[in-house]
């Protein structure tokens, strides 16, 4: 967005401003870094002026590889086991835990 606001002449500025339903201001607010524009507005932009991309606006909620379908809430959670977690186990909770990071349990006690 800051290289086009940059490379575009104002009335262009101003005509993208208009058909997305925004100001300039607001676009260079955008291309700052300042704000962030929404999902419809970043559609809208990208309707309006092709050299404009979804991830460019939004790379939190479009990357490359999710094609144009946006990050929802209602998204399923990713199953347990998956990196950065431990699955569980019935037996004991300090399993996932090493020995010496258990701070005062004796793990040589016997039970």
């Known amino acids: 967005m800051k290289n ?3 490379q575009a002449a104002p009335c262009d500025r101003k ?3 208009d058909t997305a339903g925004t ?3 607001y676009l260079y607010l955008i291309g700052g870094g300042h704000r962030r524009a929404g999902p419809e507005l970043c559609k809208r932009l990208v309707a309006a002026e092709p050299k404009l991309s979804l991830c460019e606006l939004r790379p939190d909620i479009w ?3 999710q094609g144009e379908s946006p ?3 209602t998204d399923p959670v990713p199953p347990p086991g998956h990196a950065g977690r431990q699955p569980s186990t019935t037996n004991c ?3 996932t835990v090493p020995d010496r990071a258990a701070v005062g349990i004796d793990a040589r006690a016997i039970p």
């Open 71 to 73: 990050r929802r809430a």
């Open 4 to 6: 086009y606001l940059k």
């Open 93 to 95: 909770i300090l399993d």
């Open 23 to 25: 100001s300039v201001a």
């Open 63 to 65: 990357t490359p590889h």
């Open 15 to 17: 005509t993208l401003a």
